[in-house]
């Protein structure tokens, strides 16, 4: 897999967070939206349906936490392609992350991020000229690196010295992602649909993030608060369980 952005996976999770209120996770244009709906502004669309809206149109399943978990649930984003087709999307549990976090300000967040990349041999380059290579289980451990990385600020850092710290974290979350054999990794089998799945799995300051294959999807996580060692994951049935 060679370390550059352009064979990276869709949207960066870090520039989403720039992007997105930090007091409303959900809010995101959906691309897809045509000018005249932009300007109802008589009947705006509730921010839940936008997001929904997005997930319905990925041709491949959906994953979250299994039934063992009983607490919040939330939409995220999904990740287009150059075309407009879903590749990847992300659906929360737990507290919502703050961009902070308790890294910087103490209070605790229990919070797990399951993310589902669809397994596709062939991707568009952002000007339509060629294709991009796979995707693959490091393409999931990708985005959960730099996923968590978005909702990470250490305390001794200024707010000026973070997009500098982020640019640099995040390229060696993506070196990390393309060396799944590495000693930075471990292995941790979990239930993904009630079957034991193995998964690449490493812990840091920030939190944890794991990664592996089910059902001809990539599946990839992160979170803090919560052990990693306790959680099952399965295929969304509904999605207005996160909305």
Known sequence: METTSSSRVGTQPAEIAAEVPADDPQVQQDPQQSPAAAQEGATPVPAARRAAEGYLRADFPWYGLDGAFTGPRWLMQVGTA????????????????????????????????????????????????????????????????????????????????????????????????????????????LPVDGEPTPFHYRESEFGWVLAGSRGGVHLGAYGRGMSAYGLGFSVIEDLAAYQ
Do not use: C
Request: no cysteine.
């Open 82 to 189: 150059a075309d407009g087709t879903v590749e990847h999307g992300s659906t929360g549990h737990g507290d919502e992350p703050s961009v902070r976090g308790e890294i910087a300000t103490g209070e605790k967040e229990r919070f797990a991020v399951v993310i589902t990349v669809a397994s596709n041999p062939l991707r568009r380059s952002a000007d339509g000229t060629g294709v991009l290579e796979a995707t693959s289980v490091s393409s999931a451990a990708w985005l959960a690196g730099s996923g968590l990385l978005a909702y990470s600020w250490p305390g001794q850092m200024d707010h000026s010295l973070r997009d500098d710290w982020l640019d640099q974290q995040t390229e060696a979350a993506w070196e990390l992602a393309d060396d799944l054999d590495g000693e930075d990794w471990s292995t941790l089998s």
